[in-house]
Nanobody, 121 residues
Framework: QVQLVESGGGLVQPGGSLRLSCAAS????????MGWYRQAPGKQRELVAA???????NHADSVKGRFTISRDNAKNTVYLQMNSLKPEDTAVYYC???????????????WGQGTQVTVSS
């Protein structure tokens, strides 16, 4: 079994900052890419940022210059530093990891339970 546990969400005023964390645990052999997605009410889930095991990153245009994804491979943890938050960033943020389990040649996608981020005055 694999678990991804997110933390760090909450209520913040426009212009404020939050840092999300997501720790993967359980039966894990290796983790390839990790990423953050978000889903606002009535909208589709969208990619916010992703990072490879080697540290290459990709950020959605809507968050470039404001959000930064990073990871600690030793801790199987991915972070999302969110600065200059806007009301339109309000959403449930989900962590995703593409990983391999011991003894398996296949890569599977695993999701966290989500953490709410609300940007409001």
């Amino acid at each position: 079994q694999v678990q991804l546990v997110e933390s760090g969400g909450g209520l913040v005023q426009p212009g404020g900052s939050l840092r999300l964390s997501c720790a993967a645990s359980g039966s894990i052999f290796s983790i390839n890419a990790m990423g953050w997605y978000r889903q606002a009410p009535g909208k589709q889930r969208e990619l916010v940022a992703a990072i490879t095991s080697g540290g290459s990153t990709n950020h959605a245009d809507s968050v470039k210059g404001r959000f930064t994804i990073s990871r600690d491979n030793a801790k199987n943890t991915v972070y999302l530093q969110m600065n200059s938050l806007k009301p339109e960033d309000t959403a449930v943020y989900y962590c995703n990891a593409d990983l391999r389990q011991p003894g398996s040649p296949w890569t599977i996608g695993s999701w966290g339970q989500g953490t709410q981020v609300t940007v409001s005055s």
